[in-house]
């Protein structure tokens, strides 16, 4: 073994939905490894993205930021050939964009469906289509999904079926592509996590008033992040054997490892970054 198997000198990665969060996470430990790091989100007009691009070059990498729609075929075209004119190719695709509507899967209207639908599991499809041929024209490359502990089991939240459908897709689109991609050296797989620790988010201050008996009061949720910070505040992790939510670092290092040569061996690969929830 060496260290030097974990390092990514000189390689080019595209973190999509990087905005906050984990998608932040693993922007900045992908660039702390050596990367040279795009990234994208919907929202830009926040100026949330661009500090991360600042962050990644305060790490002595280069970066883009970019913004797209990956539920848009020509949006995501147009990012990866974009990103492709900064770098020169790709060399790590990590998609870790989401979105969450809290309704349960009899309650959720058509317009709800087509909308998580198209960027939770098209958008994956999109940016990997996208990518493949670069990558399989260079014949090697990382792609990495993120999935999650509701995409491998029933959910026992019945708002959360929607959700764990799609997160499922995306388990079975990784081993499908890796199947596909395997032969050119490209190599992809997933992450599931279960809870990871969060930034703010609106609602936030007032969920840290609420006290305990008042927590069945659900604060407007409009992301993943966002519903899974309240399920931490209502239930903590008890079903966790570690006993405590991920950090963003721990998230990130599962991230590189994946990118790197440390995992040349491994594809097609769901890895269960969650405290031990899954056993």
């Known amino acids: 073994m060496s260290l030097r198997d974990f390092s990514l000198i000189g390689k080019k990665a ?3 939905g990087a905005r906050r969060n984990m998608g932040k996470a693993f922007a900045l430990g992908l660039a702390e490894a050596g990367a040279d790091v795009a990234v994208t989100d919907i ?23 970019l913004q797209a729609d990956i539920s848009k075929k020509n949006e995501v075209d147009n990012l990866v050939e974009r990103v492709v004119k900064k770098f020169g190719t790709i060399d790590i695709l990590m998609n870790v964009a989401v979105m969450y509507h809290h309704k349960s899967l009899p309650d959720l209207n058509e317009e709800g469906w087509n909308k998580l639908t198209d960027v939770n599991l098209k958008g994956y499809w999109l940016t990997t289509q996208a990518v493949a041929p670069i990558m399989i024209n260079q014949k090697s490359g990382s792609i990495i999904n993120m999935t999650s502990r509701g995409g491998l089991k029933a959910h026992a939240d019945k708002t959360m079926g929607n959700y764990a459908i799609i997160k499922a ?6 081993r499908q592509y890796s199947r596909y991609l395997g032969p050119h050296n490209v190599r992809v797989n997933a992450i599931a996590p279960s809870l990871v620790e969060w930034e703010e988010f609106p609602g936030q201050e007032q969920l ?15 992301t993943i992040s966002e519903l899974e910070k309240f399920e931490a505040w209502s239930t903590g992790p008890e079903n ?40």
């Open 14 to 16: 595209l973190v999509v």
């Open 43 to 65: 929202d830009i007009e926040s100026g949330q993205l661009d500090q991360v691009g600042e962050d990644i070059k305060a790490l002595g990498r280069d970066s883009l930021v």
């Open 169 to 174: 897709g995306i388990a079975m689109m990784t």
């Open 208 to 222: 840290s008033k609420n006290k305990p008996q008042d927590l069945n009061k659900t604060p407007e949720i409009k």
């Open 240 to 279: 966790i054997p570690l006993g405590r939510v991920a950090t963003f670092e721990e998230m990130a290092n599962a991230g590189v490892f994946l990118a790197s040569d440390a995992s040349s061996y491994i594809t097609g690969t769901i890895l269960n970054v969650d405290g031990g929830y899954m056993a």
